[in-house]
């Protein structure tokens, strides 16, 4: 079995849907940082409740 080429969204079931062009997945470059910026917020937050608990 031959099949065609095939230009659309394979995942769409609906036939509009399948008409559509597949989404663009854009990466925001600004917020590329938010993992290292979380874990030093927990680890300064930590830091001070804890030293604080201490003194």
Not at 23 to 50: E, H, M, Q, Y
């Amino acid at each position: 079995m031959t099949r065609r080429l095939v230009l659309s969204n394979e995942a769409a079931r609906h036939p509009f849907r399948a008409s559509l062009p597949p989404p663009v997945i854009l990466r925001d470059r600004r917020n590329d940082d938010g993992d290292w910026k979380l874990f030093l917020l927990s680890f300064a937050a930590f830091f001070t409740c804890f030293y604080t608990l201490i003194a």
